[in-house]
């Protein structure tokens, strides 16, 4: 009995050594933690930015308007711009393509047409085309579309007023509608005079015409 005893006794203080270690080993462990990772995001953009940015996109727009003012160039924005140059370049280059045009075996149907691509170029004041192509076209006469497309890349003009400007365009030539106002046919088309209406006179009346 007393044999026992005594190996309880032994039993539980080796168990409670053995939990005083793994306390002690517990404390001394360095305590690790995840560094929190820190993620930089941009600032999110404010009214008062973007009031700035709008501010300082219209000065420079103002700026590059005095600047084209004191050179005597026309601002690119204006409306003399556009009345110039925009609404001009259609009618010019229909009426270059309009002396391919003469009627006969190529005369074609009211309603064909061909729609070309092309950029727009000012440069020191003269004015021309870059890269003419046919992107579309319901006419089967391959030499008339060839020579449509080699007097537009051909046309050029001067106007010491334009500023340098590139821009992309396009044009729809329609030479049954369009563009049969420029061709040589109906410029020089003379029709029949007017007949002269007769004076009339009844008797005691002056002549009435």
Known sequence: MGKWLVAGGLAIVGLLAFLLIQLNSEAAAPNVEAAPTAIAQAPAATPATATLTREKMKADMAKLAEVQKQSGKLDPASDEFFKRYDDAVPHIL??????????????VHRNQSVKLNFTNRIVNGDAFV?????????????ELVACFVREVQNTRWHDDELPDYTAPDELVISPERGMKKFTKENIEYVGEEAPVKAPTQEPGEDVHW
């Open 94 to 107: 229909t009426r270059s393509a309009a002396k391919c045009y003469t009627g006969g075996l190529h005369r």
């Open 130 to 142: 870059e890269n003419v192509r046919v992107v579309e076209t319901s006419i089967n006469d391959p």
